[in-house]
């Protein structure tokens, strides 16, 4: 029984989407983190599965790209239609590779017909995939098929990335590949195997401090959670201008000792760029607390949670009752703007996010919701010599 519920449905440790970075590097850790780009691939996985642009809040970039992979897919289905042969379609099916399930995951569209079959799986990201004839998620989802189904002679795989804008011939050439299993299965699933046993083996090596089978490449280790602690790292560091310049210790740090403009710049820069480390230390360091047993002696991991108010009215109401005047209640209540104003650009039309935001900053303004607050100041480096003239700019 197939799962669509993309947003909660489990990932295999090893999955089909991971195997590509981890044979470029067996220790690369793919960090998962949440962005903008992900939510919309996932917006636009479901739209394509419902054939319903109005998931897609009349973005029209987002409505194209869902419409080709929608054509795509009915091109698809009409050439089966047209061989005759009776055939069916499965949706976000779960295949497995080996009865010990090594890896597994969800294509987007199956179509299996006597010996043969098809795979779709859109791509809706800007950067171009590896080619299918060589694209480890299209073969782990080739041999799961083949499992699902031992019939089958021939599984033809297709990836579809509208944002590319591949011609035909390129569509045709570089990411459609037919795999014939009666001399491919076995040396393929041992690839797939082999890269998932390197990955193993290098997890553990770098928990010993082995960084011996770190492959690093500067597009694959932007998206690595070790790249903060991987010493391979630092050979592919490029320096440009002054923006990535050397780590430079001031003569001096102490802050009643600031006396002349250029001691406040040097050490302005060395905290502004020490900041960012030390983020990272602390959360390397949490994270060995947390899961690898390294918590020190005489330290204890604080657990807290971000708190989120269902009901101002009723909140207000307590703090009234614990003894606060109404008055003072409003007075202290604080709101963050920002969540505020990531939803309000992410409901916007496409290019219009910024103009939202000054609408709804304006309209909070003019209803006399909000008002402009004390004027505070910060530092950064000037971009071009015509900035530095400048003494100080209000906010």
């Known amino acids: 029984m197939s799962d669509t519920n993309t947003a909660t449905r489990a990932h295999h440790p090893d999955s089909?989407?991971?195997?590509?970075?981890?044979?470029?590097?067996?220790?690369?850790?793919?960090?998962?983190?949440?962005?903008?780009?992900?939510?919309?691939?996932?917006?636009?996985?479901?739209?394509?599965?419902?054939?319903?642009?109005?998931?897609l809040n009349g973005d029209e970039s987002m409505e194209w790209a869902v419409q080709q992979a929608i054509n795509y897919e009915d091109a698809i289905l009409q050439r089966f239609k047209l061989d005759g042969r009776p055939f069916r379609v499965l949706r976000e099916v779960l295949l497995s590779v080996g009865d010990d399930r090594v890896t597994e995951g969800y294509p987007d569209t199956v179509i299996v017909a006597d010996t043969h079959a098809a795979i779709l799986d859109w791509k809706f990201g800007k950067v171009a995939v590896t080619p299918t004839a060589d694209n480890l998620q299209g073969i782990a989802y080739a041999l799961g098929l083949l499992k699902k189904f031992p019939e089958l002679k021939t599984v033809e795989v297709h990836f579809f990335a509208p944002y590319q804008k591949w011609s035909e011939q390129e569509q045709r050439e570089k990411y459609v590949h037919c795999f014939h299993w009666d001399h491919e299965a076995v040396d393929q699933e041992l690839r797939v195997r082999a890269v998932i046993a390197r990955k193993h083996t290098a997890a553990l090596r770098v928990q010993e401090g082995d960084w011996a089978m770190a492959q690093p490449k500067h597009d694959l280790c932007i998206w690595c959670a070790r790249?903060?602690?991987?010493?391979?790292?630092?050979?592919l560091v490029v320096k440009a201008n002054q923006k990535y310049a050397d780590l430079e210790v001031p003569a001096e740090m102490k802050s009643y000792r600031l006396t002349s403009p250029e001691q406040v710049a040097s050490a302005y820069?060395?905290?502004?760029?020490?900041?960012?480390?030390?983020?990272?230390?602390?959360?390397?360091c949490i994270d060995a607390s947390l899961?690898?047993?390294?918590?020190?002696?005489?330290?204890?991991?604080?657990?807290?949670?971000?708190?989120?108010?269902?009901?101002?009215?009723?909140?207000?109401?307590?703090?009234?009752?614990?003894?606060?005047?109404?008055?003072?209640?409003?007075?202290?209540?604080?709101?963050?703007?920002?969540?505020?104003?990531?939803?309000?650009?992410?409901?916007?039309?496409?290019?219009?996010?910024?103009?939202?935001?000054?609408?709804?900053?304006?309209?909070?303004?003019?209803?006399g919701?909000?008002?402009?607050?004390?004027?505070?100041?910060?530092?950064?480096?000037?971009?071009?010599?015509?900035e530095k003239p400048v003494p100080a700019i209000d906010i």
Request: net charge positive; charged share 25%; aromatic share 6%.
């Open 16 to 55: 089909p989407s991971s195997l590509q970075s981890s044979e470029a590097c067996p220790a690369f850790l793919n960090e998962q983190r949440e962005s903008q780009a992900s939510t919309d691939g996932t917006l636009q996985h479901s739209a394509v599965e419902r054939r319903d642009l109005s998931l």
């Open 369 to 386: 919701v909000t008002e402009l607050g004390n004027v505070f100041y910060f530092l950064r480096e000037a971009k071009t010599p015509a």
């Open 269 to 284: 820069k060395f905290a502004n760029q020490l900041t960012p480390i030390l983020e990272a230390i602390k959360k390397r």
């Open 227 to 235: 790249k903060g602690e991987c010493p391979k790292v630092a050979a």
């Open 291 to 367: 899961t690898e047993g390294l918590l020190p002696p005489n330290f204890i991991l604080v657990k807290s949670q971000h708190r989120k108010v269902k009901s101002t009215q009723g909140f207000l109401n307590v703090a009234v009752e614990r003894g606060l005047t109404p008055e003072e209640a409003v007075s202290f209540l604080s709101v963050s703007f920002k969540p505020f104003e990531d939803a309000i650009k992410a409901k916007a039309s496409k290019g219009k996010g910024a103009l939202a935001l000054r609408e709804f900053n304006s309209a909070l303004e003019e209803s």
